[in-house]
């Protein structure tokens, strides 16, 4: 899969119709159980050791996963073992990889407080991105972006732990940049400094200043790595709206990770010319964020650092009132279960980050007093946080049918995501080698999978409406990603201390 992402890009930069204003999304009520949100978090971490590539420690839970790729970086003479697989495929998307982990760090930055015994997990599975991180970042102006053949490994089904397609790796460097990707690769660095800072002191130096000599790279030389690297990263993983927002993201990070104001100016320069680039598009309001656009989650990050001579609020007001069910201003589709309808390709990434960004707003403006005002409507901070809840419990079951989004939790959840390890008996039940094409049965049958990817979250409902097929060709609903758990997280966190 994946080719088809592009066009959940490209659906983004659309404007979606309003709904009528009687929609509450909190609409489906009084089904089940209460929701099990610490048993939630547990899981939500856990899914990311089913994804790991690379050598796994004795340590490693999800014990059906075995040792792979563990060559990936030899062709260019580096070591690029490590890391996650994006998705259901085998391939490392360093984009969206660091997108993950600067929604892991950004989740135990806000959240660690109520993480209690799952704080340990989410270190983990942080690590697991920045160890690698780091690896792709040895050399200055020089960044690995990617390991892995796209479009071989899309034509193969086959378990990560025989993989055998081609193991390219992929740079971005001083004479073929790449701004959105060398941005959020600082900006994960950063954020995971912060993360690290108690616990592990001298690992967050060295992701701090590793953060500060790939931002200077970033910053330097200004392109996309789209263009610097093609086919082999588009149409999989285009930043489509351009790198402004991950120069200011990572700017941002580097303010808060090193508690100054020393990259304010790479912030305002880039603000201004985002703003001057909406004014084209959507009409002022911008709720986007995602691994493609930081933008709300860009305000949102500095409207928590704010100093005296900023304001932020408006832009952090704008996401509210384009997000809130009764507000005039409300461009956000959603399902007549409750659930914000945005993708057409795994929605759920957009339900979990947009929850993220209600959470850490909504609980800042209760300390600060402070409430939303959309023209002359006024919200205390409990109408965002309300929403956020009622988007993570329709995802753990609180919905029409009634099912949870997350495997492995509550009684019925998806039983055939579209996932290559998760789908192909594991090494275990079948030690033989399986080659490209031997995948091929296990992903057309109808059986459930035989690996449980405990808290993997399905792409979920995708059309308008709270239909979901539990159909692995669906790649579109039944596809799970590292970037759609990462937010999930801190949001997961949150309402097992405050639910
Ligand atoms: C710089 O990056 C480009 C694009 O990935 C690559 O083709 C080229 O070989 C790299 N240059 C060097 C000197 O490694
Ligand atoms: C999802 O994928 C299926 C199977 O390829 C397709 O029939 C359906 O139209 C897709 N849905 C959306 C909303 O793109
Ligand atoms: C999944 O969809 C395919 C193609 O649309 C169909 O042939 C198959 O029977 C479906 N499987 C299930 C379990 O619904």
Redesign the pocket.
Known sequence: MAATRVRFCLALLMLVASMAAWMMPSAVAGKGPPPNYADALSKCLLFYEGQRSGKLPPTQRATWRKDSALKDGQDAGVDLVGGYYDAGDNVKFGFPLAFTGTLLAWSIVEFSADMGPELVHAHEALRWVTDYLMKATTQRNRVFVQAGDPYSDHNCWERPDDMDTPRPSFQVNDTHPGSEVAGETAAALAAASIAFRSSDPAYADNLLSRAKMVYDFASKYQGSYAKSVGKWVCPFYCDVGGYEDELVWGAAWLNRATDSSDYTKHITRGIQRIQRQMKLRVNGYDSQFSWENKDAGNYILLLLMQRKDDDYSKYAQNFACSLLPKSPYKSTEYTPGGLIHRAPMANMQVVTALSFLLVVYGRHLSEVNGVVTCGKSTFPPSALIDLAKSQVDYVLGDNPLQMSYMVGYGKKFPQ?IHHRAASVPSIGQHPQHLGCKDGTPYYVT?APNPNVLVGALAGGPNDGTDNY???R??SNQSEPATYVNAPFVGVLAYFSKHG
């Open positions: 055939r109808d097929l539990d159909n060709t669906w």
